[in-house]
């Protein structure tokens, strides 16, 4: 049904300029026939018949205007000095070419309308008084500039809705690139807050229990403290992660869980040892460096220790901060090799580096990760401490 409205609305688009033209033409040709059939005039045989033939023609040719725009206008401007009745589609063939806005085609097609209005006074011999031909071409001048200003006008409009339309498909798909953009950033965001979450308490719930699978010698009082540590490191996992997903939720009237810093290392130093990781905590960094900073290397350390439960179990892990405001702040994460191996392997997303790599480069520092000789691992960050009085000028 829509195509066939579709179909009608372009027929109609196609010929009502063409039944307009031909309504122009009609008063002009009528008051020919009332002059020639003045007594003193005999009749024409060309009026009757050759006349609306011509102007039929006219109409006819004027359906490839818009293919062939200049050779189209030309030959219905010039057939119509012999048809008083082609008048109206020497009008729109004038008005066609100059949707264009071409001066060069305006003014030569302009110029031979105003000559063929000037050679019909040949082919229908009505006297007229005196001045009568400098009536006719003011006339024709008057009624011809018409045209060219109402062609002007429409090919100004659609020049304005073709830009119009160009920008706001332009802006449709910035649109949709920001979209896509603001989508793939907030789902990185995502990523990296739950893997900061979960990997690290995971992890230790994994490694007590590949402990506890693993060793057979332990005690009932060693068995209920890993068992513990396992429904503990659990629990928190989940208390940790419905604080995230209440963030990104923006829960209304739920307080924001506090952001991890510099101080609170320690703590986090505190539940690996608990879990059974031999850890050791060397900080020597005097003051407090910037939120953002702090976080970081809250990240950074949480980060190491994760992939020292998931790959290296009972290995010796020593963490070293150091730095001072105005220089860096420098953070390391070094593991022994594994002491232990555990049945079965441990998942790994393969992203907490990478994320990690954007959380340091975000911050202004450098992160370095690499094996070491004696079977180990080390993960290093400088990170940039300004001072005070430079973060005020700043």
């Not at 030569?108 to 009536?135: D, E, K, M, R």
């Not at 503990?232 to 991890?260: I, K, T, Y």
Request: net charge neutral; with cysteine; charged share 20%.
């Amino acid at each position: 049904m829509s195509s066939d409205v579709a179909a009608r609305h372009g027929w109609w688009h196609r010929t009502w300029p063409l039944a307009a033209a031909a309504g122009l033409g009609v008063p002009l040709w009528l008051l020919t026939g009332v002059l020639l059939h003045d007594p003193a005039t005999e009749p024409a045989f060309w009026y009757v018949v050759g006349d609306p033939l011509v102007a039929l023609g006219c109409l006819t040719v004027l359906l490839w205007r818009r293919r062939f725009p200049l050779a189209v206008a030309m030959t219905v401007v010039i057939a119509s000095a012999v048809s008083a009745l082609a008048l109206g589609a020497a009008l729109l063939a004038l008005c066609s070419v100059s949707t264009r806005r071409r001066p060069v085609e305006i003014g030569v097609i302009g110029l031979g309308f105003l000559t063929a209005s000037q050679l019909t006074g040949g082919v229908y011999p009505v006297p007229g008084p005196p001045g009568a031909t400098w009536l006719q071409l003011a006339f024709a001048t008057l009624i011809g500039g018409v045209a060219v200003a109402v062609g002007v006008a429409i090919g100004a409009r659609r020049v304005e809705v073709r830009s119009l339309r160009d920008r706001a498909e332009s802006a449709e798909r910035e649109q949709a690139a920001r979209v896509a953009q603001v989508r793939t950033m907030e789902r990185n965001r995502i990523a990296r807050e739950m893997h900061d979450v979960l990997a690290h308490r995971i992890s230790l719930v994994a490694m007590q229990a590949g402990v506890l699978d693993h060793r057979r010698d332990l005690t009932a009082a060693e068995n209920r403290v890993l068992i513990r540590g396992i429904a503990d490191g659990s629990h928190q996992a989940l208390e940790e992660l419905r604080d995230v997903l209440g963030v990104l939720r923006a829960e209304p009237g739920r307080p924001e869980p506090p952001q991890p810093s510099l101080e609170r290392i320690p703590e986090l130093v505190a539940d690996a040892r608990t879990s059974g990781m031999d850890v050791t905590l060397t900080d020597t960094v005097p003051g407090t460096p910037s939120e953002v900073i702090g976080r970081t290397c809250y990240r950074i350390v949480q980060e190491g220790l994760t992939n020292a439960a998931k790959h290296a179990p009972g290995a010796r892990v020593r963490i070293l901060l150091e730095g001072t405001a105005g220089d860096e702040l420098r953070v390391s994460v070094r593991n022994s090799s594994p002491a232990t191996t555990v049945s079965g392997r441990t998942p790994t997303s393969g992203f907490g580096l990478l994320g990690l790599t954007e959380r340091v480069t975000l911050a202004g520092g450098k992160l370095d990760h690499h094996p070491t000789a004696d079977n180990g691992y080390l993960l290093t960050a400088q990170l940039p401490w300004p001072s005070q009085e430079h973060e005020k000028s700043a």
